[in-house]
């Protein structure tokens, strides 16, 4: 059971446990700057590509649209090869991205069969430039933006396959018309 006590202090929690035999458990916790605000599933995806040149135009593409920008690693080491979108700071403490690469086993990357991304998007504008970007850039269409009412009824997606085949789709949430952005 957890509660207050006078040796829970500077970010740390005490702690009573049966198995203490009565004896306070102070645990302390990493500093609220290197602690996520919100508790997320994952810290990063990795996909693979055969070409990581073509495969970051095409992610600069149709990843603007939802907002997320490359990451940054430079002054890292070992990033030689690897592109990466959204969150990572702090040379990986805080992160949540999409990072794309060559297989480390060295064998041509293949899409997984049933394995799908999917990114959430601000607006149904935001989805159908997502799709718009993937076709321009490379990929085809799995499914071109609209509602998909047996999924939910506020449930606006669209589903694209990248260059190497990996198969992605931007969801919108919460609207059942199209906002004034469009």
């Known amino acids: 059971m957890r509660e207050r006590h006078p040796a829970a202090k500077n970010g740390a929690a005490a702690a009573l446990h049966p198995s203490t035999k009565g004896r306070i458990i102070v645990i302390k916790y990493a500093p609220a700057a290197r602690r996520p605000a919100v508790h997320t599933m994952f810290t990063y995806v990795t996909l693979g590509t055969n070409d990581l040149e073509r495969a970051a135009r095409f992610y600069d593409a149709v990843l603007q649209p939802l907002g997320l920008t490359r990451c940054d690693t430079s002054g890292e080491a070992n ?25 480390y086993d060295g064998a041509l990357a293949t899409p997984g069969n049933g394995t799908m991304v999917a990114l959430s998007a601000g607006s149904w504008t935001a989805v159908q430039r997502f799709h718009a970007a993937a076709l321009t850039h490379g990929g085809r ?3 071109a933006p609209g509602l998909r009412p047996h999924y939910n009824a506020d449930f606006y997606a ?15 949430r919460g ?7 469009g």
Request: with cysteine; aromatic share 12%.
């Open 79 to 103: 990033w030689e090869g690897w592109a990466g979108w959204g969150r990572y700071e702090q040379g990986g403490a805080q992160e949540l991205a999409l990072w794309v690469c060559k297989p």
């Open 141 to 143: 269409s799995e499914g």
């Open 158 to 172: 669209a589903y694209v396959r990248d260059p190497d085949g990996n198969k992605l789709a931007a969801v919108c």
């Open 175 to 181: 609207l059942l018309a199209a906002a004034a952005d």
